[in-house]
Every structure is written in structure tokens, then in C-alpha cells.
């Protein structure tokens, strides 16, 4: 079966796996997982920041930020198709007990000027906006990258405003490996960043939130507890990650371009809505218009054949590629997309 429904899907290699299970590990509650600890230097030295602190998802770093740094009956800035708007569970208003600000992006990216505009005035009728988040890559823009010149611009009006910015790096990795821009580029703009282990660097768990303030360390590592995130021999986790980041990290741009070639396959496909130039890196988000099978048919169709994929509602799939998917599968799912979908394969 070819996997290209998310990058999550990647198992451990055994190289990882051994590094696992060799991994040096204590009681991460009283700070003595010697192999956390690394981790969280090694990650916060990449990034440029102070601190970084692990924990189990990026929905856990993403909500811990959004916690910080607000107040109930505040609102948050964020794109209406973020993750932390679709796939979080409501947490923001549940945990935090605030409200989401959706600002519509264009692939999920918004202006500095939609984030001029939706900062609330500082009046006593208004509610008031106490932080602004961004998300690079763009899971639901298909992979989009932030232009560092918009972060650059994004912050320059929060600052005007005081106003605090968190980045959801899920896959900011992606962002730093098909710019080649150094990671810290991107997070010197944010009070706050959390970036994912579990997707395209193949780590079975874990993700971190950074922070320059040890203030705020502090004060996350007192939430992570209240969220019950706080776990005790997690070097075992972090060893997978430290693992990924030494050996996974430069092949993402492998998955990057079989984003692309599979997006200009997709592209010449009759009934395939696609712009494969919009295809930065490993996601490929396209719509199938006037196919005589419905969406979920389609998907099921798919998978008959070897392929599975996600529908995400109206006409709209997505497809991601990742470490457990090489050349040879690209080139398979190719001959099946063009089968499935429509019109005979393609001699070569
Ligand atoms: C995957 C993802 C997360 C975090 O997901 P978890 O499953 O909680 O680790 C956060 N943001 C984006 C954009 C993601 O794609």
C-alpha cells in the first residue's frame, strides 16, 4: 500500500528503533532525562531560542502557547483554516477560554495588513486581542510557505501593537529545508514556536515549544502538567528524535519533489484541479471536478488499487508524501491516479 494520507503514518527504521532502545533516560518530571535534556538543547540551538521544551503532540505545544500568552475572553489571530481552528478539537476556547479570530488566508497565508485590520482597538466595548498565530507550513494550504519578508512585515505590526506572535512549525522544518533558509531565520519573529518530530522526520512521537522568556518556560512547564503532558523516562521519545534530526532532516527535499511530481502527474489529469507550481513542498492539496464517482468512492477506489489518500470535504484531497515513500511508489501512485481518475496511463 502506498501511505500518501499524512506524514504521521512513517514508522520508526530500526536504526531509530535502536537508538530507542539504547537511549539514556531518568525522571524527566525532576529534569533528569539526560537524553530529553539533550534534545531540547539540540532543538533550541537550531532554532536560536532560549529554551525548548518537550512534549507529546504539536496540539499540546500549539495550546500551551495559546495559554500563555492569553487571558480568558480574549481572542486569538489566526487563519480560518489553521490547524488550530480544524483539527484541535476546540481546544483554544476549552482550555484556554478564548476565542478564534479567523482571518481567510490566501493557501492558508495571511497579509500583514488582514493582521492590521484585525486587531481589536483597545476600548472598553471591544474584546481584545491578545495573540496572533501563524502556521508555516501550511498544512491546509497545501504545504504553503510563509515569505519571511510577510513574517518580517506580521511582526513589525504586532510589535506595534504589543502584541505577542506564535508559530505553529508542525512542519516548519519543510518551510526551512525548501527555502534552505536557516530555521532561526523563522523563529526569531516569534515570542513562541512549536515544531513537530512525528511528521516528516519520521519520529514515532514528540514535538517542542521554544521561547526565549524562562518566565514563560517555567510558567509552560506548570501547564504541561496541568494538560498531563508531563511524562517521566520520555528519552526513550526524545532519542527517536535526536535520531530524526541527525539523519532525516536534508532528505525532505526528496519528499519535496515527489510532492511535485506527483502534483504535475495530477496536473494533466482532465478531471484533476491542480496548480503543481503552488506545490512547495510535501503536500498536495487537489480537487476532482465532474469524476462520475463521488469523493469518498474516489478514495475507496484508490485504495483498491494501492493508494490511499484523504478526502477533505467538497471536491478537495490531499495527498503527503514522506520518508516511507520512495521514488519507485511515486511513480506507482502516478499510474494509478491517472488510471483511477480518468483517462488511460501514460506511455513513457
Ligand atoms: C500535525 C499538525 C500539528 C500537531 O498535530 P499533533 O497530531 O497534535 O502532533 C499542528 N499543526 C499542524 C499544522 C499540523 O499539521
Given at each position: 500500500m502506498i501511505d500518501l494520507r499524512s506524514d504521521t503514518v512513517t514508522k520508526p527504521s530500526e536504526a531509530m528503533r535502536a537508538a530507542m532502545a539504547h537511549a539514556e533516560v531518568g525522571d524527566d518530571v525532576y529534569g533528569e532525562d539526560p537524553t530529553v535534556n539533550r534534545l531540547q538543547d539540540m532543538v533550541a540551538a537550531m532554532f536560536g531560542k532560549r529554551a525548548a521544551l518537550f512534549v507529546p503532540s504539536g496540539t499540546m505545544g500549539n495550546q500551551l502557547a495559546i495559554r500563555l500568552h492569553t487571558q480568558p475572553g480574549q481572542e486569538v489571530i489566526v487563519e480560518s483554516t489553521a490547524h488550530i481552528v480544524r483539527y484541535e478539537q476546540g481546544a483554544a476556547g476549552a482550555l484556554a477560554g478564548v476565542q478564534l479570530h479567523w482571518v481567510t488566508g490566501t493557501r492558508g497565508l495571511i497579509s500583514p495588513e488582514q493582521v492590521e485590520a484585525a486587531i481589536r482597538p483597545k476600548e472598553l466595548h471591544t474584546v481584545q486581542t491578545g495573540l496572533i498565530c501563524l502556521e508555516n507550513t501550511h498544512n491546509s494550504g497545501g504545504g504553503s510557505i510563509y515569505p519571511l519578508a510577510t513574517i518580517e512585515r506580521i511582526r513589525a505590526v504586532a510589535a506595534t501593537h504589543g502584541m505577542p506572535m506564535h508559530l505553529d512549525g508542525a512542519r516548519l522544518f519543510n518551510a526551512a529545508v525548501a527555502t534552505?533558509?536557516?530555521p532561526a531565520s523563522y523563529a526569531q519573529h516569534f515570542d513562541t514556536l512549536s515544531v513537530c518530530l512525528?511528521?516528516?522526520?519520521?519520529?514515532p512521537a514528540g514535538s517542542l515549544l521554544m521561547m526565549n522568556d524562562l518566565a514563560l518556560l517555567d510558567k509552560a512547564k506548570r501547564l504541561r502538567r496541568m494538560y498531563g503532558g508531563?511524562?517521566?523516562?520520555?528519552g526513550v521519545l526524545a532519542a527517536a528524535g535526536i535520531y530524526a534530526l541527525e539523519h532525516n532532516l536534508g532528505r525532505l527535499k526528496d519528499d519535496h519533489d515527489h510532492a511535485k511530481r506527483l502534483a504535475q502527474r495530477l496536473q494533466m489529469i482532465p478531471t484533476v484541479r491542480i496548480?503543481?507550481?503552488?506545490?512547495?513542498?510535501n503536500i498536495v492539496i487537489f480537487d476532482v471536478i465532474g469524476?462520475?464517482?463521488?469523493p469518498p468512492a474516489i478514495v475507496a477506489a484508490l485504495k483498491q488499487k494501492g493508494v490511499l489518500i484523504n478526502a477533505l470535504g467538497g471536491a478537495s484531497f490531499r495527498a503527503v508524501t514522506h520518508m516511507d515513500v520512495s521514488s519507485a511508489m511515486i511513480d506507482e501512485a502516478c499510474e494509478i491516479f491517472t488510471h483511477v481518475l480518468g483517462i488511460e496511463p501514460l506511455t513513457h
Amino acid at each position: 500500500m502506498i501511505d500518501l494520507r499524512s506524514d504521521t503514518v512513517t514508522k520508526p527504521s530500526e536504526a531509530m528503533r535502536a537508538a530507542m532502545a539504547h537511549a539514556e533516560v531518568g525522571d524527566d518530571v525532576y529534569g533528569e532525562d539526560p537524553t530529553v535534556n539533550r534534545l531540547q538543547d539540540m532543538v533550541a540551538a537550531m532554532f536560536g531560542k532560549r529554551a525548548a521544551l518537550f512534549v507529546p503532540s504539536g496540539t499540546m505545544g500549539n495550546q500551551l502557547a495559546i495559554r500563555l500568552h492569553t487571558q480568558p475572553g480574549q481572542e486569538v489571530i489566526v487563519e480560518s483554516t489553521a490547524h488550530i481552528v480544524r483539527y484541535e478539537q476546540g481546544a483554544a476556547g476549552a482550555l484556554a477560554g478564548v476565542q478564534l479570530h479567523w482571518v481567510t488566508g490566501t493557501r492558508g497565508l495571511i497579509s500583514p495588513e488582514q493582521v492590521e485590520a484585525a486587531i481589536r482597538p483597545k476600548e472598553l466595548h471591544t474584546v481584545q486581542t491578545g495573540l496572533i498565530c501563524l502556521e508555516n507550513t501550511h498544512n491546509s494550504g497545501g504545504g504553503s510557505i510563509y515569505p519571511l519578508a510577510t513574517i518580517e512585515r506580521i511582526r513589525a505590526v504586532a510589535a506595534t501593537h504589543g502584541m505577542p506572535m506564535h508559530l505553529d512549525g508542525a512542519r516548519l522544518f519543510n518551510a526551512a529545508v525548501a527555502t534552505t533558509l536557516p530555521p532561526a531565520s523563522y523563529a526569531q519573529h516569534f515570542d513562541t514556536l512549536s515544531v513537530c518530530l512525528s511528521k516528516g522526520l519520521g519520529a514515532p512521537a514528540g514535538s517542542l515549544l521554544m521561547m526565549n522568556d524562562l518566565a514563560l518556560l517555567d510558567k509552560a512547564k506548570r501547564l504541561r502538567r496541568m494538560y498531563g503532558g508531563a511524562m517521566r523516562q520520555s528519552g526513550v521519545l526524545a532519542a527517536a528524535g535526536i535520531y530524526a534530526l541527525e539523519h532525516n532532516l536534508g532528505r525532505l527535499k526528496d519528499d519535496h519533489d515527489h510532492a511535485k511530481r506527483l502534483a504535475q502527474r495530477l496536473q494533466m489529469i482532465p478531471t484533476v484541479r491542480i496548480n503543481a507550481q503552488d506545490v512547495e513542498t510535501n503536500i498536495v492539496i487537489f480537487d476532482v471536478i465532474g469524476h462520475r464517482l463521488a469523493p469518498p468512492a474516489i478514495v475507496a477506489a484508490l485504495k483498491q488499487k494501492g493508494v490511499l489518500i484523504n478526502a477533505l470535504g467538497g471536491a478537495s484531497f490531499r495527498a503527503v508524501t514522506h520518508m516511507d515513500v520512495s521514488s519507485a511508489m511515486i511513480d506507482e501512485a502516478c499510474e494509478i491516479f491517472t488510471h483511477v481518475l480518468g483517462i488511460e496511463p501514460l506511455t513513457h
